[in-house]
């Protein structure tokens, strides 16, 4: 018999959901992506993720909302120059920053902290834990949660989403990000 009282919590801390590597200082050479990139030239890694969940998105518009965003991030990461799928932290700490700041994208208005975490952080942070889970990829730790630890605006966006997802009634608490090590 199960209880929601009874059922183990995740942390609310980012590095608990991290996976072993909480900074890229700590991923082995061995792992580092830049090892890959070769192998992903002319790949597209997010349409490979959107293509494989397809059947468990829950309705036409967590579609389109996964396409938006990733058309977006898509854009940002070619115009710094890197790979969606090796994306250093503090590209997304870039990414997440200018679409608050109402530099991507083709409406001309500040996004607020809920749009920014349900528009664009949620698919970026399913894409990478997607990523990190799929044997056809070599990613050892997730680079969304990586920028949210390191602090910044991603660490608000966090955050936002645990005060979304707490169901009783209660704020989270605030965690504080890493600063050293």
Not at 108 to 120: A, G, H, K, M
């Amino acid at each position: 018999m199960s209880d929601s009282k009874n059922r183990r919590r995740l942390s609310d801390d980012p590095s608990g959901r991290t996976g072993v590597y909480k900074r890229l200082n700590n991923v082995p050479v061995k792992y580092h992506l830049r090892n890959h990139e070769a192998a992903y030239s002319g790949m597209d890694a997010w349409n490979e993720f959107v293509e494989e969940r397809t059947d468990t998105f829950e309705s036409q518009a967590t579609y389109d909302r996964c396409e938006k965003s990733g058309q977006y991030y898509k854009d940002h990461m070619s115009d710094v120059g890197r790979h969606n799928a090796f994306t250093p932290p503090e590209h997304v700490e870039e990414y997440l920053t200018r679409l608050h700041d109402d530099d991507i994208g083709q409406f001309s208005c500040t996004r607020q902290l809920q749009t920014i975490y349900l528009e664009y952080f949620q698919p970026l942070d399913t894409f990478y834990t997607w990523l990190l889970w799929h044997t056809d990829h070599p990613h050892v730790c997730h680079l969304a949660r990586m920028a949210a630890i390191a602090g910044g605006f991603v660490s608000d966006v966090w955050q936002r989403k645990l005060d979304q997802n707490h169901n009783d009634g209660t704020v989270s608490r605030p965690w504080r990000p890493l600063m050293n090590g």
